[in-house]
């Protein structure tokens, strides 16, 4: 059993102390509640409709097209993203709602869409946000061989056509997540190199009763419906779309240009400057500020720097938190990473990714085969 550990320098915590004081008084000053509000409720009206809607209308097989159901199915794969990212998102981190128990019931609309949210918590909320980018420990870029997210990750010759073959990769990345990751946790008891939550019955119960339940609605019956040619073409559909818009949001955030990345090997312990709300900001990137229909559809997740400082409140107030963030880190000569558009933050990983691709050097392999 590997035992590694990043010890922060929070001797001096002035940035995130004056930042969240200053945030504190923004909900004050605004007699603001930090959980989600009417805006939520409209929301999470919409994205279930934008996911329930079409699963009804090809459950009964109302247009009998396969242009139109094929379109059913797109829709269907941005209703489950919408769920994913703003609904889910909020409500495994406690920040939907006031009610333990709404947040509880909400987060497992994950295990409805096929993924466990138990694991989820502990990859997600415990380890993605205190060891982010950090390779080795966060989850969300241990992806190498497939792609290289980083320098320190072993490089393969096919990294060097990475940049054209990884939107094929992020395209599958829902279905790898439900029928291998979520399994390869449950079965080694391990988060890449970080051990798993001990399970009550009752986690155990609801992750096979969710597996089973994900097989009867989104394998069983379809098949029954539209034959296995139809199911197999509806279900590509679905999660592709689904695939393509949760890894993007992720990778736009966090592999691009301006972030940056630690490595940390087995049994090591490495101590960072930097105090955590520091390597925070380093290691995310906001994109489309101004945008807010994005911001809208994505849940807030374009305000990726916000939403690491403050994983606890609603993403409904992120933009305004934007701003106090962007003042502090300026009084603090800290760097505040962020995209103006979508489209830009999309190039740089792009080119990202290929120089990530290119191969390194005779020093730098001989260090990744040590």
Known sequence: MSTQSIRFNNANRSFYLTAKKRVDDYFKENNLSRYGNAQMVIKSIFMFALYFTPFILLIFNVFNNLWLESLLCVLMGFGMSGIGLSIMHDANHGSYSTKTWLNDFLGLSMNALGASAYFWKQKHNIIHHTYT?????????????????????????????????????????????????????????????????????KNHLIFWGTKIYYVIVYIAIPVYVWGWQGWLIGYF??????????????????????????????????HLETAWAEFQIRTTSNFAMDNKLISWLVGGLNFQVEHHLFPKISHIHYPALSKIVQQKCKEFHLPYNYYPTLSGALASHIRTMKMLGHKPSQDMLRAQAA
């Not at 950090?134 to 393969?156: F, M």
């Not at 990475?162 to 790898?176: A, E, G, N, P």
């Not at 291998?180 to 080694?188: C, L, N, P, R, V």
């Open 133 to 201: 980018n950090v390779d080795g420990i966060d989850d969300d870029i241990a992806k190498s061989p497939i792609i290289r997210q980083c320098e320190s990750q072993k490089w393969v010759p096919a990294h060097r056509v990475q940049h054209i073959y990884l939107f094929f990769v992020y395209s599958l990345s829902t279905i790898f997540w439900i029928y291998i990751m979520d399994f390869t946790k449950y079965f080694s008891r391990k988060i890449y190199t970080t051990d798993a939550w001990k399970m009550s019955l």
């Open 237 to 270: 559909v679905m999660n592709v779309v689904m695939g393509l818009t949760l890894s993007l949001v992720f990778q736009l955030a966090h592999v691009v240009e301006n972030t940056e990345f630690e490595h940390i090997g087995l049994d090591e312990t490495k």
